[in-house]
Each structure stands twice: as structure tokens, then as C-alpha cells.
């Protein structure tokens, strides 16, 4: 397959398979690289961030460059938007990617495959000693486990749920669910009230993290084949979901309809929330009445299983011209005090990569949490899941048309239009065919 068809293959798929690419040689006999006496000036590239974040930014920047003066970084900022893979698949193509670069899971794996990343453990050795281990040893993407990719930020996923539903159902406001399997048992006795749902029912955010929580194998071991129609737990999630439609469970057009269920958490009818920990922040600030009802949970997973890392992540593009500069800012700008000024000076409610700025987060959160019960909750369970995650890599292959074929054919069993095992069947063969023109 040509380079050209193999961009349009990646386009289709809606996410970045540089497989056709040149690779760069350079990726192969990378030697540990001296920064030490760095000069020059780079391109970093981050997603969305100068909008909400500039002046935290430029900051950071004025430090570095004042800590290492005949420096300069150039800050750039690309929308994360639809069209941000396709961005990111051009500047590629054409030469012009940043010298560091800024972006999620599904992009750096692509990114990997077409060699355009230089390999962290060759050019900064033992660098990746400062992440939490289950993370960093999960996210090598390279060949043999090779990392290409600093873990920066994430959101761990939260149980976001109303209390007073919870009493109307005669569950325990003070006890949300600890697995999947409790989840669906306490969505149907929220069901049978007849007066409120419990669950979302489009599942574009939460569906991969939900099989992960069940324990599904979605892919086989070597990334070539969605494998989960015949996975016991897929069919008993479909089921479920089926089941919690035809009971008024789910709200009738809620699959189709937005992706976030806030709205609808907000206006009191829905038993649980959008699951990124932000969420609380945005309960508080639209429905103060809702926010004293708010409880907060660990996300469901079952027995034996790791919550799921899904963030973003800082990578030196393997052809920079500036290859001790690129380093030695992608190095700083992960490194625990920085990870920590950014997760909690930053603004947002995110959490860090790195072991020592999670567990002086831990200790020592942004004053607004420390004040506020419900965030200081929030922040308790979210950093206690950031401990024990890992990156789900099926998750990173589920994106773009390949989540959508996923989804809109589990909403056509939702509905009763197909079988539970159809629908997963009919999901299964699209995603392949999507997965195939990827890889061939």
C-alpha cells in the first residue's frame, strides 16, 4: 500500500497510522544523549492547553529558559478537535511535526509504529524511573517494550452518583458500586422506581473502560484482531444493557443523543454522572443542589483487575534538529516538581505520572479541594486508582470510525434492532475491516 493510501486508510479510521511512513534510522542506534549543555531553540506542541492554561505555561517556560539561558522554546497549541489526528498525520507526512510533541495514547502507539518517536530508554536511561511503575511499564509502545513517551496527566475515572436516587431505590447513599456487576445490580433497582434513570445510555466515553472494569479481551495479544463477539463478559455487559433499556434504566434517546450525561446528572433524573473527576467542579458551580447530594466512588472494576490509564503523554519527534534541547525540555517539563506544579497550580483537576508529584498531591492539594469535602473526596479516590492503573492498549485502537463502528452497532442491539451476539458480531467484523486496511 503507497504512503498516500495508507494516509487515507488512517483518515478513515480517524486516528494516525504513519505505517506507510519513511522511518527514521535514527530511532535505531539511539546512544544516551548529553543535554546537560543544551542551546538552540525547539517547537513544543501541546493539545488545547494555551486557551485555559497560557499564562501557567509561559511561566514554565520563562523557568526553563532562565535556568538554561541561550535557550528558547517555541510554545504551539493545536485544537484537540476531530480534526486533531489528521493535523497530526500531515505535519508527519510533511516534515513539520514539533520537536516535542504533546498528545494521547492513540497517537503516540501510531506515531511508534511509523518510527517517528526516538526511544526514551536509549537516549534518557533509567528517565522512566520517576513514573508509577504500573504505568510506565504498560505504556512501552516500541518494539520490545521500548518507550517513546513520558506519561504527563491524566483524569482516572471516578463513580459520580446522586445520593437522594440512591435513597429513592433503597440502596446505600454512602455505598456506590465497587464492580460492574454491582453497577448493573444497583441500575435496576433504580430502574424499577420509575421515577429516575440510572445510566447514560450513549456509551462513547465509558464503553472501553467499562469492558476493561469487566475484564473483556477486545483484542488479541499481538493488535491485529478484535477478538470480544464470543468474550463472555461483552455478551453479559450487552445484556445488561439491553435489559436496563426495555426497564426505563436508560433514557430512551440518550443514545444518540450527547455524549456527556451531565446535563441530565444535573437536572436530578440521572442516578450517575459523567465520570472524569472535573465533573465535580461542574456540578458545583450549575446545580449547588445537586452538589450536596453528589457522592463519589472509585470506578467499578471487578475482582483482580487495574483501573485503566488513558492520558496524555510528551514525545521528541526521533528527525528534531535539536536533539539535547527536545530532550532536556520533554525531561523537565515531566519531571515530579513540574508533573506536581501542573497538576495542582495548573487549574484543572488532573492527576500526575510521576510516583513522587502524586504522593505530594496526595499531601498537599489545591487549596479549593482542601476545603471542599466532596473534592477532597474526589481527589482521595482518584489518586488512590492512580496507583493502580495501567494502559489498556486495546482502548488505544478503539478511536476514530473504529469506536464509532463499535458503538453504533451495540446501540442497534441496545435498542432490540439485532441480537446481543449479532450486534457484537456486526461490531467485531467492521472494526477488523477498518483495523485491516490499517495494517496492510
Known sequence: MTTRRRAFALVLAGSLALTGLTACSSSEDEKPVDTSKA?????????????DFGDFFRERIAKFEKENPGT?????????GPEFDQKMMQQAVNGKMADVINVPSPTILALTKADQLLDLDKALPESGKRFIPDIWKSVGMGKDGAHTAFPWYFSPFVTTYNKQVFRAAGLDENTPPKTMDEMFEFSHKIAK???????????????IS???????????????????????NALKWMNEMISLYKDGGIPKDSLTGELDPGKEYLNGRLAFGTPNPGFIRNIKKNNPEVYKQTGVGSY????GLKYE?????????AKTKNKALALK?????????????????????IFPGATEALDNLIKNPPEAVAKDPVFKQTYEVAAKEAKNSEAFKASFYVTGQVKNALVENVN?????????????????KEMNELLSALNN
Open 39 to 51: 542551546q538552540g531553540e525547539i517547537t513544543w506542541m501541546t493539545q488545547s492547553l494555551q486557551k
Open 72 to 80: 528558547k522554546i517555541n510554545w504551539v497549541d493545536e485544537s484537540g
Open 193 to 207: 422506581t420509575g421515577e429516575y434513570n440510572a445510566l447514560w445510555g450513549n456509551a462513547n466515553w465509558y464503553l
Open 210 to 232: 467499562q469492558w476493561h472494569g469487566m475484564g473483556v479481551k477486545i483484542m488479541n495479544d499481538e493488535g491485529t484482531e478484535f477478538t470480544f463477539a464470543k468474550d463472555p
Open 300 to 303: 467499578p472494576i471487578n475482582p
Open 309 to 317: 490509564f488513558s492520558g496524555q503523554f510528551i514525545a521528541v519527534n
Open 329 to 349: 525540555w520533554a525531561d523537565y517539563i515531566t519531571s515530579a516538581e513540574e508533573e506536581l506544579a501542573w497538576t495542582r497550580d495548573g487549574g484543572a483537576v
Open 412 to 428: 442497534k442491539g441496545i435498542r432490540g434492532e439485532v441480537s446481543a451476539e449479532q450486534a457484537l458480531e456486526n461490531a467485531q
